[in-house]
């Protein structure tokens, strides 16, 4: 089996091939491609016209959220939505390890995804962007009304990785302290056997 990138081919609305033409890629994903656009504007193309109403419906409910990308216009494989900035958080702690303000901002993204009432109460490090300010962008959210987690397991696992679970724990137990037995139980009954 080759590790190759096979090609593939979307047919695209007037309005999508408009934004392509001024558009300069950005990057590809596992779900599609991605092209910055001016005005601080992204179009991302999906592979799956399933996946791409899944995300839709999701930053539909996140409208009021500052943490999720504002929707400019939708077809039925592409998002125009707002331009996350800042640096991917795992590239943001290979540099500088997780400090206090860092491990605070995903505190509070983890508290406003119960508030928006997800049942996957997780994320990768990879779908956040940390902006000078410290506040974190998610720019792929997926899944967080169909399926259920009740810990944030992926990012933990990320964390430890990375070599920071201990600091993130740390920051949960003073900032966070009503969850703090729950997920350092479950995270290290994780990492230990590989069980939920």
Same mark, same amino acid.
């Given at each position: $089996? ?27 994903? !596992?779900?599609?491609?991605?092209y910055l656009l001016p005005d601080d504007k992204v179009i991302k193309i999906f592979k799956d016209k ?16 500052? !943490? ?79 399926? !259920?987690?009740?810990?944030?397991? !992926?990012? $933990? ?11 993130f724990l740390d920051a949960v137990n003073s900032e966070y302290t009503e969850v703090y037995d729950d ?14």
């Amino acid at each position: $089996m080759s590790n190759k990138k096979c090609g593939y081919y979307i047919q695209l609305d007037d309005i999508a091939e408009k934004f392509l033409r001024i558009g300069q890629f950005l990057g590809e994903g !596992h779900n599609g491609i991605v092209y910055l656009l001016p005005d601080d504007k992204v179009i991302k193309i999906f592979k799956d016209k399933k996946v791409c109403e899944s995300e839709f419906n999701i930053l539909k409910k996140t409208t009021k959220s500052k !943490h999720f990308p504002q929707i400019y216009y939708h077809g039925s494989n592409y998002i125009v939505r707002s331009y996350a900035r800042g640096v991917r958080l795992d590239y943001y702690i290979k540099e500088n390890g997780l400090d206090y303000n860092a491990a605070y901002s995903i505190i509070e993204l983890l508290k406003e995804f119960k508030k928006l009432g997800f049942t996957k109460l997780d994320i990768r490090c990879k779908d956040l962007y940390l902006d000078e300010n410290f506040y974190l962008n998610v720019i792929d959210p997926k899944n967080n009304y169909s399926k !259920h987690c009740i810990y944030p397991r !992926h990012l $933990m696992k990320g964390l430890n990785k990375l070599g920071v679970l201990g600091d993130f724990l740390d920051a949960v137990n003073s900032e966070y302290t009503e969850v703090y037995d729950d997920w350092s139980f479950r995270i290290k009954r994780y990492l230990k056997r590989g069980i939920k």
